[in-house]
């Protein structure tokens, strides 16, 4: 019988070391695109004889090269009504050099000051370390705000008094969040088992390490691509496995509070945010391995990504000062407003790399590419809060 190209199930743990899965396989759920197609060397014999007849080739180190579109959403709240379940794709993501922890998003009042991307947020009520900074989104009002917290140590109450460096505020609510950051000690990462069924037939791919992209349309369901290389395993007829899947939907573009740098949203738009991670994906040769490779390895990585904010007047946006003087911009956005299903992301300094014309809806835009750029493993987060 043949299989049915419309049949898929898809499954994916983390890998401990000596390659056991830790804890259940997460099924998730994928998006048309979705392939797994073996890759190898082709070794050819450079031989002479007397015919010209080709002797052949072999294929050496072989991998699987894997691509999952997945929707880019949460899996909502746990039992308890506040703490934030991780996404389905928390194993992806680990396998990227990404690292998870525990996160808030703290309203506040009365804020005097700016707390600093870095700054060790304290609790000067009941004395304690709160978290780190990782970002801070003004209101409208007057003193009101949200910081956004990683590497959570005790969450704070209502009206606790906080602090950080210099800057003051009083604690208006508190919101649970899962935080996703890139980290480059690599004892910390993470690889990650794919077991992809088309139909009847099942490629595990093993070892795998993945990169990372998005894209963030207004009026689009908000999607995100893995692009991974695992360790080749023979495919085998196994029947396609039952699998429950969560009926959560994914945000869609709108009202997503997007902010690149001081741009006035309110006077211009911005239709599309595009990240790409660009992680430099290495195999790992072993002549006592099978298929010649040990594993994979992420040896660096170059973020970058582009957005195109609309033409207005250059007293208000100067894209130009920013690309010519390597000035820096912050972007953020939330989409989505359900608890558990929000999806936040900050990237804290960005700079231009290209600046180009295009058209929208009769009005003129930019196209601005640019470099994603940190200190200290510092230039992405992602939030589901």
Same mark, same amino acid.
């Given at each position: 019988?043949?299989?049915?190209?419309?049949?898929?199930?898809?499954?994916?743990?983390?890998?401990? $070391?000596?390659?056991?899965?830790?804890?259940?396989?997460?099924?998730?759920?994928?998006?048309?695109?979705?392939?797994?197609?073996?890759?190898?060397? *082709?070794? *050819?014999?450079?031989?002479?004889?007397?015919?010209?007849? !080709?002797?052949?080739?072999?294929?050496?180190?072989?991998?699987?090269?894997?691509?999952?579109?997945?929707?880019?959403?949460?899996?909502?709240?746990?039992?308890?009504?506040?703490?934030?379940?991780?996404? +389905?794709?928390?194993?992806?993501?680990?396998?990227?050099?990404?690292?998870?922890?525990?996160? $808030?998003?703290?309203?506040? =009042?009365?804020?005097?000051?700016?707390?600093?991307?870095?700054?060790?947020?304290?609790?000067?009520?009941?004395?304690?370390?709160?978290?780190? %900074? /990782?970002?801070?989104?003004?209101?409208?009002?007057?003193?009101?705000?949200?910081?956004?917290?990683?590497?959570?140590? @005790?969450?704070?109450?209502?009206?606790?008094?906080?602090?950080?460096?210099?800057? @003051?505020?009083? =604690?208006?609510?508190?919101?649970?969040?899962?935080?996703?950051?890139?980290?480059?000690?690599?004892?910390?990462?993470?690889?990650?088992?794919?077991?992809?069924?088309?139909?009847?037939?099942?490629?595990? /791919?093993?070892?795998?390490?993945?990169?990372?992209?998005?894209?963030? =349309?207004?009026?689009?369901?908000?999607?995100?691509?893995?692009?991974?290389?695992?360790?080749?395993?023979?495919? /085998?007829?196994?029947?396609?496995?039952?699998?429950?899947?969560?009926?959560?939907?994914?945000?869609?573009? !709108?009202?997503?509070?997007? !902010?690149?740098?001081?741009?006035?949203?309110?006077?211009?738009?911005?239709?599309?945010?595009?990240?790409?991670?660009?992680?430099?994906? !290495?195999?790992?040769?072993?002549?006592?391995?099978?298929?010649?490779?040990?594993?994979?390895?992420?040896?660096?990585?170059?973020?970058?990504?582009?957005?195109?904010?609309?033409?207005?007047?250059?007293?208000?946006?100067?894209?130009?000062?920013?690309?010519?003087?390597?000035?820096? +911009?912050?972007?953020?956005?939330?989409?989505?407003?359900? $608890?558990?299903?929000? %999806?936040?992301?900050?990237?804290?300094?960005?700079?231009? *790399?290209?600046?180009?014309?295009?058209?929208? $809806?009769?009005?003129? /835009?930019?196209?601005?590419?640019?470099?994603? =750029?940190?200190?200290?493993?510092?230039?992405?987060?992602?939030?589901?809060?």
């Amino acid at each position: 019988m043949s299989n049915s190209s419309n049949r898929r199930y898809i499954a994916i743990g983390l890998e401990n $070391a000596d390659g056991s899965v830790t804890g259940p396989m997460q099924v998730i759920e994928v998006l048309s695109g979705f392939a797994i197609k073996p890759n190898g060397d *082709t070794k *050819t014999r450079d031989v002479v004889r007397s015919s010209m007849s !080709q002797v052949g080739s072999v294929i050496g180190a072989k991998n699987w090269d894997l691509t999952i579109p997945v929707e880019m959403k949460g899996a909502g709240l746990d039992t308890d009504g506040t703490t934030v379940l991780p996404p +389905a794709m928390h194993p992806l993501l680990m396998s990227c050099g990404m690292v998870s922890e525990a996160g $808030a998003m703290i309203a506040v =009042t009365g804020l005097l000051g700016l707390p600093k991307l870095g700054d060790e947020l304290t609790n000067t009520t009941t004395p304690g370390v709160v978290g780190t %900074v /990782a970002h801070v989104v003004v209101g409208d009002v007057a003193g009101e705000a949200v910081i956004w917290v990683r590497d959570l140590q @005790t969450a704070p109450t209502a009206a606790d008094e906080l602090a950080a460096g210099a800057a @003051t505020a009083t =604690t208006a609510s508190v919101a649970d969040a899962l935080v996703y950051r890139l980290e480059s000690d690599r004892t910390q990462y993470k690889t990650a088992v794919i077991h992809g069924h088309m139909d009847s037939q099942r490629r595990i /791919a093993t070892r795998s390490r993945s990169d990372f992209s998005f894209d963030w =349309t207004a009026g689009e369901f908000c999607k995100a691509q893995f692009s991974l290389k695992g360790l080749y395993q023979s495919p /085998a007829n196994v029947p396609l496995p039952d699998a429950e899947y969560s009926d959560i939907e994914p945000p869609i573009g !709108q009202n997503a509070g997007l !902010q690149l740098g001081d741009y006035p949203t309110d006077t211009g738009t911005i239709e599309k945010l595009s990240f790409q991670l660009g992680a430099d994906i !290495q195999p790992v040769p072993d002549i006592n391995s099978p298929n010649g490779r040990h594993s994979y390895r992420i040896v660096g990585r170059k973020p970058t990504g582009s957005i195109d904010p609309e033409v207005v007047d250059l007293a208000d946006f100067n894209p130009f000062d920013l690309w010519a003087n390597g000035g820096k +911009a912050a972007i953020h956005a939330t989409l989505g407003s359900v $608890a558990g299903e929000r %999806v936040s992301l900050v990237l804290p300094a960005t700079r231009m *790399t290209g600046i180009s014309d295009k058209e929208r $809806a009769g009005s003129d /835009a930019y196209d601005l590419s640019f470099d994603v =750029t940190g200190i200290d493993d510092d230039e992405f987060y992602l939030f589901f809060h």
